[in-house]
């Protein structure tokens, strides 16, 4: 399976950071690329998507199936419905979206991955992305499985897949309903639940598939992808705070013998550090009491 795995590359409205993602692609040496140009949402991106398009028709190093959207989609829409289509076709896929860059080698160890669990239920995908903050301190060269999954460079399986096609808050209520801590892994998810249709991001949902059906993640033991998009072009991610990058190191040797998929025990306790635990009561009663005090002094001020 592994020299036919294609990527899907997301692209939208900026051609400069798309660049340096074909450059490592290139000389990745990836041999098929499904690539979703996202039409124009306003008049001014219409000369920058028609860059981007442009580029994506002149890739002459692999080959290219190139979907342009009359209509733009939105970054949720997009990766969903590209993702779904890809994976009626292909037994399993890695995700690319235009700001992300990778070290060489990095598809490679991707492909070797998906080919090691490809049978394996209990692990539902794969990442070149980790970060010093939530990677456990004994970690050395071997990768680790973690109970979050990632959207920075990831791969899938068809049959993982399954389920997509549910939105997130409705994934968390069925958590719920099974007992399953929806904060274990961060209050963010909780919020980005709540929030994703009206948004239209698409990552949270994702993630809580994964918490539903227990499935884990493959990690590296270092991160082999870099964000290049914080900054005023990006439509969700502004700017990195806490998310900084260090500088890319090589890509870790494939393993000689890949690690039987089991969550690491500190991967949960270190996203409830970073993305925040479970509100404690007292702080659920602050919130309200200030939220009826809002409400009054709205009804005063209104008479």
Known sequence: MSKHVPIILFAYARPDHLRQTLDCLRENQVPLIYAFSD????PDKTLAVAQVRDMLRDINWCEVIL?????????????????????????????????????????????????????????????????????????????????????GVWGTW?????????????????CKDQGIDIYRYGADLVNMAKAELHQNIWAVRLLYLHILKKGLCLRPPWS?????????????AKEAGIWEALPLKPCPPIPAQWPEPMEHPACSRLHRKVCGARPTVPGRLYRFTRKLASRALRAVFMR
């Not at 082999?224 to 914080?230: R, S």
């Open 224 to 236: 082999m992808v870099e964000h290049i998009g914080w900054d005023s072009q990006g439509t969700n």
């Open 39 to 42: 039409g124009p949402r306003t």
């Open 158 to 174: 068809a049959r993982a897949w399954h389920g997509m096609e549910i939105d997130a808050k409705t994934l968390m209520e069925q």
């Open 67 to 151: 979907c342009e959207r009359e209509t733009n989609l939105g970054l949720g829409r997009s990766i969903l419905t590209g993702v779904t289509e890809v994976l009626d076709k292909h037994e399993a896929t890695i995700i690319f979206e235009d700001d992300l860059i990778c070290v060489p080698e990095t598809y490679e160890y991707l492909c070797a991955a998906l080919d090691q669990y490809q049978d394996d239920d209990r692990v539902m995908s794969v990442t070149g992305w980790t970060h010093p903050l939530v990677t456990p301190g004994d970690v050395s060269v071997l990768p680790y499985f973690d109970g979050r999954a990632e959207c």
